[in-house]
C-alpha cells in the first residue's frame, strides 16, 4: 500500500497544493526527507508564481502528478547540511529554481546544462531518485541537494531576486549561449511580462540596444521610461515593423500565446537568432525560406544549468537586477493565478511565505448547505503589532448559523465561523504591551478597523466603515478572515481582549459577542443605574445574558416571553424580579408604562406596538436581535410618549474590556453547554430550533482533531 503525501518522509511540512487539473490551491499537509549528507535544508521565505505554476495544476501539458505544489522560484535561509556540503552553511541565503536533480554523469550534465539532461528531475510534479514526488516552493521548507542550490549574495533582495530563479535565467542564458550578450548588440524583446521586463533588464545590463515589440501601444512609456528600452514597436503596426526590417542581431520571443514567426523574422539582419522561451500550446507556423535566404536561425531555450544560474544571480547582485513584483500573501494564490491568466501583473507574483504561511486547522462550511467539516488553512506569521493565541474555547452565536447557511446574502465559502473566541496567548510581537505569553485573552466579533474615522476616534470600532469582522471578511492584505472554530488565530493587538484570571474562560467565551451586545447598549442608552426598571424580551442566548448583566447593575428586571414554562428559571435562577407572558393581554395591559427602557434579543418578527406601550414616557426600546424581516413601527405611541427605538450592535474595544472586567468582578458568566468540535453540526440543528440553554461552547483544546488531507 503506497504511503500518503505525509508519511512518506520524516520531516513534516507544510503547503499549499492542487489536487486535480481544476487547479484549485488549498493547505496541504506533506513530508520532506530529512537533510541528508549532500543536502541543504531550506526555510522558504519567499516564492515567485510562474506561468508554468498555472500550466501544471491545470495539467494543461498533460503530464501533471497530483497533489501539486508548485513553486520553482524558492528563497529563503539555510537551516540545515550535510556533512559533506561545503557550499553553504546554517544562516546563508540561498535559493533553489527549476530543478532538484539530474543524472551528473551524461555528456550534457558535463557541459554543466542540467536542465537539458533526460533525467533531470524538476522541482515539483516529478518523482525524485527514491521514488517519491517532488514539491515546490508554496511550502514552508524544502530538503535539496547542495548541487541544485544557488547561493544568494548578501546585497540582493529575496522577494525581488527570486524570480530570477526562473524568468531571470530563462533569458539570460539564451543571451549567453547564443551570443547575444556582447555590448552594443541589437536585442529585440517580444512581450513585456514576467520574462520580458526581466529581458530588458539584463539586456540593459549587458549594454545591450534593445527594442521591445509589443501588441500593445500603452506598454511603450513603461518600456522605454522605466525599464530603460531603447525603442518600440508596435507588432500590429505594419509601417513600423516595415521600417525596422532588417535592424535586430537577435530577438528574445517570450510569448507564450499562439503569435506569428514571419514578422519577427523579418526584423532580424543577417544570421539573426530568433530564441523561443515562452511555450504556446500549439505548433506556430515556421516560415522556411526567410530563414534560408538569410541564414537566420530560430532556437529554442529553457533555463540554464546551475553554473550558470549562479554566474547570472551574481551578475544579477553585481548590477542591481531584481524583478519587478507585486508580494502576496499565501492565502491570496487563487486570486493571483485568476489574474495571472489576465496576464494582470506587473511584473510577477511573490508570495510572503515566511510572513503568510502558518498552519492552521479548523472546521469550515464550503457551502449554503451549512455542514461544517475540517478544513485546513493558514494564518499569517505573527506581526508587530500582533497577538498569536492558541484558541481553547470558542462560543456559537446565532450569526454563525446565519453565516454558514448565507441567510444574510454575503457569505464568502469556505466560512470558518466563530467569533467568541478564548486562549492562551502564545505570541507577541515586539510593539505588544499589554499582553504577555501565557496570559488568558479573547477575540470577539472583530478583528480590525481604519483607526482614524470619528467612530474609531470615538472607541465604537464596530460602526467604522470600514471594519473588519473576525471571520467572512476581506483582511487589508486581500485575503479572508477566518474565525474561532480553528486551533490558533492571529490578531492585532488592539482587537484582543484581556482575561481576568478569575474569568472562566469558557463561560466568558460567549461575553466577546452575547455579554457586550446587551452591555453596550444599557451603558450608552443610560439603562444601568441603580434602580431602573428594565424589560428584557427573549431568554436565549442575548437575553439569559441581559438579565445577568442588569442585576449586577443592580436594576429591576422584567422577563418578556411567549413561554410561560420559563418564568420559573427567570425568576428562581436568573434572578429576574418578575415575568410577563407577551401573549397574555391581561398581564401585558397591567405592565403598561412600567419600564425605563427594554432590551429586545428576539430575532423572530414580531409586533413592537405591546413592547412601546410597557415603556414610561421617554422610555427606550432597544433592538440587539436581528429579524429577517422588516418590523412594523407604529409612530403615534413614540410621539405621544416621546419614546424611541433604537438599534444597537456589539460595542467597541475599550468597552469590551470593561465589560471582561466587569463581568469578573461581579461573577457575570454566560450559561454554557460546552460541546466537542465533532458535535458542531448537530449543536447547529438544535440552535436553530433554540434547543439549548444558553449559549454552545466548542472545547477547541480538547476536541480540535487535526485533519487529514
Not at 55 to 78: L, M, R
Not at 176 to 192: C, D, I, R
Not at 371 to 391: E, H, M, Q, W, Y
Not at 443 to 459: E, I, K, Y
Request: net charge negative; charged share 20%; proline share 6%.
Amino acid at each position: 500500500m503506497s504511503k500518503s503525501p505525509e508519511e512518506e518522509h520524516p520531516q513534516k511540512a507544510f503547503g499549499w497544493a492542487a489536487r486535480d487539473s481544476s487547479g484549485v490551491l488549498s493547505p496541504f499537509n506533506f513530508s520532506r526527507r530529512a537533510n541528508g549528507d549532500d543536502d541543504v535544508t531550506l526555510k522558504i521565505l519567499y516564492c515567485g508564481v510562474c506561468h508554468s505554476d498555472l500550466h501544471f495544476i491545470k495539467n494543461e501539458w498533460g503530464f501533471s502528478i497530483f497533489p501539486i505544489v508548485p513553486g520553482h522560484e524558492i528563497v529563503g535561509i539555510v537551516t540545515e547540511v550535510g556533512k559533506k556540503v561545503t557550499k553553504f552553511k546554517v544562516g546563508d541565503k540561498a535559493g533553489v529554481g527549476c530543478l532538484v536533480g539530474s543524472c551528473r554523469a551524461c555528456s550534457i550534465c558535463d557541459q554543466h546544462a542540467e536542465s537539458y539532461c533526460p533525467k533531470m528531475i524538476l522541482t515539483y510534479s516529478a518523482i525524485y531518485h527514491d521514488g517519491t514526488p517532488t514539491y515546490g516552493g508554496y511550502s514552508d521548507m524544502i530538503v535539496v541537494d547542495e548541487h541544485f542550490v544557488v547561493r544568494f549574495p548578501e546585497n540582493l533582495p529575496l522577494d525581488g531576486g527570486a524570480p530570477l530563479l526562473c524568468a531571470g535565467i530563462t533569458v539570460y542564458s539564451p543571451m549567453k549561449y547564443f551570443g547575444l550578450s556582447e555590448p552594443g548588440t541589437n536585442l529585440g524583446v517580444v512581450g513585456l511580462g514576467g520574462l520580458g521586463h526581466m529581458a530588458v533588464k539584463f539586456a540593459k545590463a549587458f549594454g545591450l540596444k534593445v527594442t521591445v515589440i509589443s501588441t500593445s501601444p500603452s506598454k511603450e512609456k513603461e518600456a522605454v521610461e522605466r525599464l530603460g528600452a531603447d525603442s518600440f514597436l508596435v507588432s500590429r503596426d505594419p509601417k513600423q515593423m516595415e521600417a525596422a526590417k532588417g535592424t535586430l542581431d537577435g530577438i528574445i520571443d517570450t510569448v507564450s500565446a499562439v503569435h506569428p514567426l514571419l514578422p519577427l523574422m523579418d526584423l532580424l539582419k543577417f544570421n539573426g537568432k530568433l530564441i523561443m522561451v515562452g511555450a504556446p500550446e500549439k505548433p506556430l507556423e515556421l516560415p522556411v525560406f526567410p530563414m534560408l535566404m538569410g541564414r537566420k536561425i530560430v532556437a529554442g531555450s529553457a533555463c540554464g544549468g546551475m553554473k550558470e544560474t549562479q554566474e547570472m544571480i551574481d551578475f544579477a547582485a553585481k548590477h542591481n537586477v531584481t524583478a519587478d513584483i507585486e508580494v502576496i500573501p499565501m492565502d491570496y494564490i487563487s486570486t493571483a493565478m485568476e489574474r495571472l491568466v489576465k496576464a494582470d501583473v506587473r511584473y510577477r507574483f511573490v508570495i510572503d511565505i515566511g510572513n503568510t504561511l502558518k498552519n492552521a486547522f479548523g472546521w469550515a462550511a464550503t457551502d449554503k448547505s451549512g455542514v461544517l467539516s475540517p478544513f485546513n488553512f493558514s494564518r499569517r506569521a505573527n506581526g508587530d503589532d500582533d497577538v498569536t493565541l492558541k484558541i481553547l474555547y470558542c462560543g456559537i452565536c446565532h450569526s454563525d448559523l446565519h453565516s454558514v447557511k448565507d441567510d444574510f446574502g454575503f457569505s464568502m465559502f469556505p466560512v470558518v465561523p466563530g467569533h467568541e473566541i478564548v486562549g492562551i496567548v502564545t505570541e507577541v510581537g515586539k510593539k505588544v504591551t499589554k499582553f504577555k505569553v501565557g496570559d488568558k485573552a479573547g477575540v470577539g466579533c472583530l478583528v480590525d478597523s481604519c483607526r482614524a474615522c470619528p467612530d474609531c476616534n470615538l472607541d465604537v470600532e464596530v460602526y467604522c466603515p470600514k471594519k473588519i469582522v473576525t471571520y467572512n471578511d476581506i483582511y487589508h492584505d486581500g485575503t479572508p478572515t477566518y474565525g474561532g472554530f480553528s486551533d490558533m488565530i492571529v490578531v492585532d493587538k488592539h482587537f484582543v481582549v484581556l482575561f481576568p484570571d478569575n474569568m472562566p474562560l469558557d463561560g466568558g467565551a460567549p461575553l466577546l459577542c452575547a455579554g457586550i451586545t446587551v452591555y453596550s447598549p444599557m451603558k450608552y442608552f443610560g439603562l444601568s443605574e441603580p434602580g431602573m426598571h428594565l424589560g428584557v424580551v427573549g431568554l436565549g442566548g442575548l437575553g439569559h445574558m441581559a438579565v445577568k448583566f442588569a442585576k449586577a447593575f443592580g436594576l429591576k428586571v422584567t422577563v418578556i416571553s411567549t413561554s410561560p414554562s420559563k418564568e420559573k428559571e427567570a425568576i428562581e435562577r436568573l434572578g429576574a424580579d418578575s415575568f410577563l407572558v407577551s401573549r397574555n393581554p391581561k398581564q401585558m395591559e397591567a405592565a403598561k408604562g412600567t419600564l425605563d427602557g427594554i432590551i429586545d434579543t428576539v430575532s423572530a418578527a414580531h409586533a413592537l406596538l405591546p413592547l412601546i406601550d410597557l415603556l414610561k414616557c421617554n422610555g427606550k426600546l432597544v433592538i440587539v436581535g436581528v429579524p429577517e424581516k422588516p418590523l412594523e413601527l407604529p409612530v403615534f405611541p413614540l410621539l405621544m410618549g416621546r419614546k424611541l427605538v433604537a438599534g444597537s450592535a456589539i460595542g467597541g474595544l475599550k468597552e469590551t474590556q470593561e465589560m471582561i472586567d466587569f463581568a469578573a468582578k461581579h461573577n457575570v458568566t454566560a450559561d454554557i453547554e460546552v460541546v466537542p468540535m465533532d458535535y458542531v453540526n448537530t449543536a447547529m440543528e438544535r440552535l436553530a430550533k433554540a434547543d439549548v440553554r444558553y449559549r454552545f461552547v466548542i472545547d477547541i483544546a480538547n476536541t480540535l482533531k487535526a485533519p487529514c488531507n
